[in-house]
């Protein structure tokens, strides 16, 4: 059984990893002063929450704004990525490796690399310090990544249940609906997670782009940060870590099932 | 949250040109003017890193105009200035030239001269403001931004005073000029750094040494001068060569913001902090950051104090607005609200003497914070800020010579 | 050469997963073809992985020879394994995969090479060495398999269900390797199968496992002649039962007493007789019968009779069944020979 | 309706938005990078930008600090990464909390985990206090330099912790796909525990793996605000060095800004590059 024991050394360990990063901020948010080289803060205190939800503050309209923006992000991407999905999923073409390479393309080069250039063309198109423009700029990385899930969600697929609903009456629509969508919809959730996530994590598109009119979280987050306020970073950390927690609970059935193997349909 | 969502949708979609036209704003009255104000909005773009600052703009500003002019006040947070500078400059390039997507920017020094040169800036009008007669502009410290003639295009907001602060409880007696605080670095290895240019407060030390050791600041006044910095800056790099080893880290790496500074003073790595608002320090111990034994001082051989300016960018569709925010932002009861050490502690940038009799008790009756060395003690030894040019080159000499 | 004994082997799962084990015991004697035969959820995977190591039995024991191996990991136990699937590794070569085990016991490439190619040649794959799994058809991947288990020389190999992944023609082929493979080889051979007909064409003796526990172990004659049980008749096609007593050689029952030979357990018992050994026609034990139905069914026509309220069902040639018709009544002959006593 | 047809209008939305987005921004920031700039009348183009750069010592600092902080955090995060799929491959007591903070971590934006990486190992950090309670050191400066460091090991740290449960997920993924038959064989072939892992698990699972890591190294050769956050002084990360550089109001040096990404978006693409080529993906048109 020495086995055993070095696993759950191993998942204590593991475990403590994942957690570690996470204690300090929790502790950091409830602090009044904390100074080196006390191991507990001294004086407890609500103080750092409350001025977090305080209107003034202007966390709560940034969570909304963050929270908008990666819902419009992931929505838009899914009505782009599900027919690119389907096509790259179902049907062999020529040019498809090209096509396929193209659509990765996004997730292998980092935003700085293509930043600069999308910002001259924003601010020709007006774009620049907008909300839509901030989305806009959020599909790029978001895309590789609803498409490619969905091309593995779309390989498993079987056009022949859509041709067995038309043969029954069904109009394209209610194919669609009816028989396509439940069909692929536990590997869209897995998508629209991670395309979700990957818009809710974005920092450096949003500053570019957003031209700091779009104050999402993590901007004001790194702007809390640079003024030494630990406490109210690490309140607002804690309210940047809820949503994305709270979808991952809502999807956990999905995502922990047999669809996490689209995971691996980042594979193409 | 989803009413803000869609204001902002809104407002970002409807960036509507209404008052841009700046030269037509001149020549208008301030009633005139007051009246296209009306029902704007104004995106401010400042340093978002002080909850109180914070507090203030969108909390007492905020309110007031919309009470009183019907403005809304969107305020920006931002880490940097120059990051607004570089957009305004881009918005130029890519001629976007009436629907900027800056009104107001909290700025002064390089950016300033930055913003001044490329006329990024809309200039020519603070006579129009109202209380624009509160304001000294015989005082060349007002004046001059950083040396750079403000010639009208940008206005004053606060003043400041480069001040240090120490733990009373650890360093009772701390040096009190220049030269004895490089003695005391070499005495006490390991308990003094600053931050890497082009950190703001970073440079501004630097500046203190380099003044130091340019035996006062007379020689430096004025335009840039290659063979004065030339001999004086060799005696710089060599006086923070000579206290590298003594630093922080043995001066292998220095801290690259304030808040890093900030960070290590609080936790005790460090002896001395300082800024260039002494209000900061205050507000930290006030917060619990710093410990309730923080005081602060400034140097007897002078510290440098400069002003802070909001200024509108040449293509902000909003000038009108944007004058009735800077107007209010002079007023004496909105200097006196910001003055109050509760509220921000920041040192009012008109002449109190100017202001009715209310305020002037207002401000008589401010009691600064314990942690906070008094602005008027501080201003018994000041510096002159120097022009930016030689701030850019203290700064880019630092990281070949000393910080490589 | 190695005889190998399974002793009480307990396996139990905590959760819903392979079949648990009841107490097994077994003795596979050296050198011969046993067919582990059961129907899915009996315990055959399960007591294939306790014999090759990759699962830990609860108690009892594995003997190869007169050694235990039941604490031995997989590698060191002599015992190869083939799987349903022929689980080729993708990233090898045929040869590469033929080759696997003799790798990971570091012979010289040579060696290995060349027990290889002569391991392909008895395999027939000789031509696809340098394939890929992927390019090989269902029947070259699970000969490629058995070639992977066989290079080995393995004291004892376990085949899992290794013609199901097959269609029927190439069952046929890969039947008759492996019978020619292990008599040529004189391995000691287990093969699982859910098959009845395929544990009675390969195996020289059948181990039948019912849920989780042995039921008989026997050569294939045996358990169409003298099933254990009920269960066991009826896995092998049995459907004639009829409840009585035994007394002396007489079994009394709805139909009459019917002869039986000497020798069978005395008492209440379940007759059986297997629907091909009813005969159509005079013989001893003749009773009457109406036809209920007739189904041909290609090689064999089934009738079912009614005898006395009693429902039996006969195998007959499409030429003995010519000219019988629902509702005809004919004589119905039971052999004593072919009577068989289950307990009831 | 043709297929053709079919599958072109299909693909169409993704490959607007994308040749719109990503190319014309891709496109803008090489054209800048030779310094063409009609609009403040530069119409030659030419190497001035990347002559600059590449001359300037403190550029090839930030490139190789850059590709160190991808190559230990890659070379880390998916040792760990294999290591911990294959224990939660597994079922045991706690598996399913695991399995939980491993998906959480996903979820939690770098930002945040850089700034608790911070708290937790800066020299007055969470373990800085416990080795002063512990009487290992007296003082926040005796504490190992973990942040704002040359070595750059908090950021590596920070990426460790945040890409490693990425690549264990998508490992899981795969060892679920693959089973654990593979493996039995092997076993039963002779091989040991560790021969199984070697010559058949890891061969196996080594394409994933290798994608994973792929999209790890551009990630964190690429990302701006972990070294912001948890870098030094000098030399910068690269993406740092960039957009100083952008940011910076002398006009001459955006043109290094674009040609410093244009540097990054070659490191970008060689990789992807290595990636089709080792998933087979452009030569083949039918896959």
Known sequence: MRADRMRTLAALALAGFLILPILPLAIWSLAHGWRFPDLVPQTWTLKAWSLAVDARSGVLHSLAVTAGIALATTLLAALIGLPAGRALGLYRFRGKGLVTLLLLAPAFLPGIAIVFGLHGVFLRLGLVGTVPGVILAHLIPVLPYMVLVMAAVFSRFDPEFEAQARSLGATPWQTFSRVTLPAVLPGLMTAALFAFLVSWSQYLLTLAIGGGRVQTLPLLLFSFSSAGRNDLTSAIALLYILPGLLVLLVTARQVTGRSLALVGGLRP | MLRSLATLLLLSTAASAETADGEALKRMTWDQIVEQARGGTVNWFMWGGSDTINAYVSGYVADRLKADYDITLNRVPISDAADVVNQVLSEKEAGVTDAGSVDLIWINGENFRSMKQADLAFCGYTGLLPNDSLINWDNPAIANDFGVPVEGCEVPWNTVQFAFAHDSAKVPAPPQDMASLIAWIKAHPGRFTYPAPPDFTGSAFLRHVFIHAAGGPDRLLGPFDPATFDATAARTWAILNEIEPFLWRGGATYPTTVTQLNELFANGEIDFSFNYDPAQFGLAVQAGTWPETTRSFGLTDGTIGNTNYTLIPFNSPNKAAAMVVQNLLLSGEAQLEKAKPEVWGAAPAIEISRTPPEIQEGFAAIKTHPSVVPAAELAKAALPELQADWLIAIEKGWAANVGN | MTTLVLDDLRKSYSRAGPAALHGLSLTVASGSLTALLGPSGSGKTTTMKLIAGLIAADSGDIRLGDRSIRDLPPERRGVAMVFQNPLLFPHLTVAGNVGFGLRMRGLPPTRIDASVAEMLDRVRLGDLAQRKPAQLSGGQAQRAALARALILRPEVLLLDEPLSSLDPALRDEMRLLIRTLQRETGITTIVVTHDQAEAVALADRIALLLEGRLVQDDTPQAFYARPATTAVARFFGGVNFIPGTVRDAVFDCAIGPLALPQGLPQGPGLLTIRPESLRLGPGPNLRAAQIVAVDFLGSLTRIDLALDGVALQAMVTPDTARGLSVGARISVSFPPEALWILPH | ?287
């Open chain 4, 1 to 287: 309706m043709t297929d053709r047809t079919r599958i072109a209008l299909l693909l169409a939305p993704a490959l607007l938005v994308l040749a719109g987005l990503f190319l014309t921004g891709l496109g803008l920031t090489l054209l800048r990078s030779f310094r063409y700039l009609p609009g403040l009348g530069l119409t030659e183009p030419d190497l001035a930008a990347y002559a600059a750069v590449l001359t300037a010592p403190g550029f090839l600092r930030s490139l190789a600090l850059s590709l160190w902080i991808a190559t230990a955090s890659t070379v880390i995060a998916a040792v760990l990464a294999l290591a911990a799929a294959l224990l939660l491959r597994q079922t045991f007591p706690g598996r399913t909390l695991i399995a939980f903070l491993v998906q959480l971590n996903l979820t939690i934006p770098h930002i945040v985990g850089a700034i608790g990486i911070l708290y937790l190992v800066s020299q007055s950090g969470s373990f800085a206090r416990l080795a002063h309670a512990a009487g290992l050191i007296s003082a926040p400066a005796e504490f190992p330099i973990l942040t704002h460091d040359p070595y750059a090991i908090g950021i590596i740290l920070l990426y460790v912790w945040k890409e490693l449960p990425f690549i264990t997920l998508i490992l899981l993924a795969n060892l679920q796909t693959l089973g654990e038959d593979h493996e039995a064989v092997a076993r039963s072939l002779g091989a040991s525990r560790w021969q199984a892992f070697r010559h058949v698990l890891l061969p196996m699972v080594l394409p994933g793996l290798a994608t994973a890591s792929a999209l790890v190294f551009a990630f964190a050769f690429g990302a701006y605000e972990v070294p912001l956050v948890l870098g030094a002084h000098a030399p910068k990360a690269l993406p740092v060095l960039a957009w100083q550089a952008w940011t910076d109001t002398d006009l001459a040096s955006r043109s290094e800004a674009m040609a410093m990404a244009v540097v990054i978006a070659v490191v970008g693409l060689a990789l992807l590059a290595l990636v089709a080529r080792g998933l087979r993906l452009g030569g083949q048109d039918a896959r």
